[in-house]
């Protein structure tokens, strides 16, 4: 799960900036750094004000975390093959972007 990436293009989908996004987020810039970076785990009442501060539902963002790293090995060729796809059918519902 890498719910740093995630975050990361989220924001940058909406066009902020750390620093505005911080503030939207009312923590500092430095710790919206380290979770985009994947060095501090975000509590769930974070992820809530970040999915509604971008408007996107929190099972979408988590489902945008999904890693390769999360699947069984035996799995793993399917989810390769299949996830891009789907990840670019869900974004197209909720934004019309591509959250790559």
């Known amino acids: 799960m890498d719910l740093g990436k995630a975050i990361h293009t989220v924001r940058k989908k909406k066009n902020l ?3 505005k996004f ?3 987020l009312d923590i ?5 750094s380290l979770i985009e ?3 501090k785990n975000p509590s ?3 992820l809530e004000k ?3 501060k971008t408007d996107l539902p929190l099972p979408i963002l988590l489902f945008f975390s999904l890693s390769e790293e999360d699947v069984k090995d035996e799995k793993k060729q399917l989810f390769n093959m299949m996830f891009p796809k789907i990840k670019e059918m869900v974004s197209v519902i909720f934004d019309e972007e591509d959250y790559d």
């Open 17 to 19: 900036s750390q620093s």
């Open 22 to 24: 911080s503030k939207l």
């Open 28 to 32: 500092n810039q430095s710790y919206l």
């Open 37 to 39: 970076n994947n060095k």
């Open 44 to 46: 769930i009442k974070l």
């Open 50 to 52: 970040v999915s509604s």
